[in-house]
């Protein structure tokens, strides 16, 4: 393995004697991870369906290996129906160790794709309001894709750079989450790409953006709020430096200690200019003591000594909520099939598009989004047309109208396929409408059936490509 040479010198710093047990870990096989989305099902559950043989990652309570060379999760309609979400192991501890709770504000600075944005969305079940940025704006439509596909609601999708959010969003959320971007040193043996990549861009070019991330999303988090900052890097620049840094910036911030598991490794004091012992609570991963790639993180609380800031909240699109008043009938009359509470207030329509709005949105004057809570549906002339983001929302009990087909079902590739289903053996003559399509009980989409025949309305942009 053909390293840079000052990074082998930094490894050899960080180490010593374990150096060489880290070289041997490069002719290791790389560690392939899936997360069961507890939003859908329970682990429980999943574990009875699960098509392949599953080994537990012992410090994730809801994570997986799964040999990655043998089998391939992305093809199985259980992915289609956001059953799992795929991610290497290390990378799913940050959201893990956030502590979130249902009711919280919290925001993912960094999303995109969405590995962690989708765990803190689950962990709110639906109550409370998970903001999801990315600066780029394509990266932020595939970050929007995985939200809807794990059935994630009550969303808020960004795409700014996070110092234009501080207006909006001062003082604010209860719990940020900032995978930062980095040199990537982690990752060298699941990408060797990454090495290419750390030659032009190394941690000095990195460690600059961090600092102003994590201090720009300091500003944005209340006073006795979490903060959990991480990398998947090994530079002390970009790591306890960077968290020294906050803490000299912002003093109210404290080092937590994080649920531990004996593989983690605790931070180094001694590469910061302060030697602070705190940075102790801080817990680097590395691939030659754990089933995972390299990782870093540090968990802070934000001390009670600001004040919060009094904001304007309102729809979220600049707008203030609207009164409560008669909704479309075509509306009113495709939510009685659905078996769930809506708050008529929350519901809001833009260009014939109808959202059900997170609470409690601030104003969003000035700043670029995606999307602002669970898209319903379009009006078209004196008709409603579901979205594929609430078929993804609902939970087959929720719907009046079903059709349920095994997995073992020629069916359900068809329906994925964006083709038309024959439903003869299901339904009768008379029966017409929007049908939820679930496999094993899991929805995937919506069609529009007549005559005992689907129109699969399955979203193009979602469907299973032939190989």
Same mark, same amino acid.
Request: with cysteine; aromatic share 10%.
């Given at each position: ?8 010198? *930094? ?28 939003? *859908? ?22 994570? &997986? ?21 795929? =991610? ?62 794990? $059935? ?10 996070? $110092?234009?959010?501080?207006?909006? &969003? ?39 953006? =961090? *600092? ?21 890097? &090994? ?5 306890? =430096? ?51 790639? $390299?990782?870093? /993180? ?89 979205? =594929?983001? /609430? ?22 590739? *068809? ?17 017409? $409408? ?24 399955? /979203? ?8």
């Amino acid at each position: 393995m053909n390293l840079p040479e000052a990074f082998e010198i *930094k490894m050899k710093g960080l180490l010593g004697a374990e150096y060489e047990n880290y070289l041997n870990c490069f002719e290791e096989p790389r560690h392939y991870g899936l997360r069961v989305n507890t939003a *859908k099902i329970s682990t429980e559950d999943f574990l009875k369906i699960a098509p392949w043989p599953l080994e537990p990652i012992p410090w994730i309570s809801n994570g &997986f290996y799964y040999d990655g060379e043998r089998v391939h999760p992305a093809r199985h309609p259980y992915y289609f129906a956001g059953l799992y979400y795929l =991610q290497e192991p290390s990378a799913m501890t940050p959201a893990d160790r956030l502590l979130i709770e249902p009711g919280d504000r919290v925001l993912d600075v960094c999303a995109a794709p969405g590995g962690k944005a989708t765990e803190l969305g689950a962990r709110l079940k639906g109550v409370g309001v998970l903001a999801a940025n990315d600066l780029s704006s394509s990266r932020a439509k595939g970050l929007l894709k995985n939200l809807e596909l794990l $059935g994630i609601g009550n969303i808020l999708v960004l795409s700014e750079e996070p $110092g234009k959010l501080i207006p909006c &969003f001062r003082e604010y959320f209860d719990k940020i989450l900032i995978d930062a971007p980095c040199s990537g040193e982690g990752m060298f043996r699941k990408d060797r790409k990454m090495i290419r990549a750390w030659e032009e861009h190394g941690p000095d070019y990195f460690s600059k953006i =961090q *600092k102003s991330i994590i201090t720009q999303a300091a500003q944005m988090l209340k006073p006795g709020g979490l903060l959990l900052y991480s990398t998947c890097t &090994f530079s002390p620049e970009e790591n306890e =430096q960077t968290v020294e840094y906050l803490l000299n910036k912002y003093p109210e911030f404290d080092v937590c200690r994080m649920e531990e598991y004996e593989g983690f490794s605790e931070g180094i004091p001694e590469v910061t200019e302060s030697k602070d012992e705190r940075l102790k609570n801080t817990v680097r991963i590395f691939p030659h003591r754990m089933k995972g790639e $390299g990782h870093f /993180l540090a968990l802070l609380r934000k001390g009670n000594g600001s004040k919060n800031t009094t904001q304007n909240l309102t729809d979220g699109s600049g707008n203030r909520k609207r009164a409560a008043g008669k909704l479309p009938e075509e509306l009113t009359g495709f939510l009685k099939q659905i078996h769930r509470e809506f708050d008529d207030s929350r519901i809001l329509i833009r260009k014939e598009k109808v959202y059900y709005m997170p609470e409690s949105l601030p104003a969003l004057d000035g700043v670029r989004f995606l999307r602002t809570g669970l898209f319903l549906g379009e009006l078209k002339k004196k008709r409603f047309e579901p979205s =594929q983001a /609430l078929a993804m929302n609902l939970k087959k009990e929720e719907y009046s109208y079903i059709i349920d087909l095994s997995v073992s079902d020629e069916r359900v590739i *068809k329906y994925l396929k964006g083709e038309t289903l024959n439903l003869e053996d299901l339904v009768s003559c008379g029966e017409k $409408g929007w049908y939820l399509v679930c496999v094993d009980g899991y929805p995937l989409g919506f069609g529009k059936l007549s005559g005992q025949t689907l129109k699969n309305k399955y /979203l193009p942009g979602w469907r299973w490509m032939s190989v």
